[in-house]
């Protein structure tokens, strides 16, 4: 199996001992780190990207990688990925730890939500600034209006260590692929990396440019019914434009130009 987002031809052959299917995940999450780095939505060691293994990896889908605390984005590569369960405990041999703020919130959203393969989380400066503003995401651009009723609040409760935190994050997200953690940052859920991806990468976009406009006075609101009709015509929500696979598959060709070491 050759993960989304990887030509066949890029994804080098599986360790021994190794199933593929974790492979791949392990390959396509590591360029994933790769590529937040390279767009600048990286916070020291910290934030993370997790993924839930396949239950063909371990017959449940109760396993996911995340990035080993005290690591750089960039100096993740697929073989120094975590495997942890959902009590957060290590899987392998991997003698970096695990960061508990991590494994908190991403544990909770993989064990509770069927299709929520893919976690992403970010500290960046124009999504803070969105999540600490009393109005949250303006509905006056391009990208905001591309994300109509998908955007979520969970009001701040400090840093997501405390597991009886996970019941009120799950509730105040419903479905909604999208999360704005007040005072704290974004967050994106989906299915496979790329719609998680394509998902945050929009909601970022929005959030600089209403950072952005907020400098030239009042905005132009749009309305309602034309953020609606913009969400159901956005192609990256929509599987037969790939589903973000497109945008992943161009970002992952840059990073293999710069530095393929991820794959190691």
């Not at 908190?104 to 939500?113: F, L, P, Q, S």
Request: with cysteine; proline share 7%; charged share 15%.
């Amino acid at each position: 199996m050759n993960a989304p987002g990887l030509p066949a031809t890029a994804l080098p052959p599986a360790p021994a001992g190794m199933h593929p299917d974790e492979w791949a995940a392990r390959v396509q999450l590591a360029a994933c780190y790769r590529i937040f780095d390279l767009l600048g939505w990286t916070e020291m060691i910290y934030n993370h990207i997790t993924v839930r293994l396949p239950a063909s990896v371990s017959g449940s889908d109760k396993q996911f990688l995340i990035n080993p605390f005290g690591l750089h984005y960039d100096e993740v590569t697929a073989s120094n990925l975590l495997k942890i369960d959902v009590q957060g405990r290590k899987l392998d041999a991997n003698p970096w730890p695990v960061n508990p703020a991590g494994f908190t919130v991403h544990a909770a959203i993989h064990e509770a939500v069927e299709d929520a393969h893919v976690v992403m989380h970010t500290h960046t400066t124009a999504g803070l600034a969105v999540a600490c503003s009393a109005g949250g995401l303006a509905q006056n651009n391009f990208y905001s209006a591309q994300l109509h009723d998908l955007v979520a609040y969970h009001d701040f409760e400090g840093i997501t260590v405390h597991a009886d935190e996970a019941p009120r994050l799950l509730a105040a997200m419903g479905r909604r692929p999208l999360l704005v953690l007040r005072n704290h940052g974004l967050l994106a859920w989906g299915a496979t990396l790329p719609l998680a991806f394509v998902r945050l990468w929009t909601l970022q976009r929005a959030c600089e440019i209403q950072v952005a406009q907020a400098a030239l006075g009042p905005a132009i609101p749009v309305p309602e019914a034309v953020a609606r009709k913009t969400t159901g015509d956005a192609l990256q929500w929509d599987a037969r434009f790939g589903a973000g696979q497109d945008v992943f598959d161009a970002m992952v060709r840059r990073i293999d130009r710069i530095d393929p070491s991820y794959k190691t």
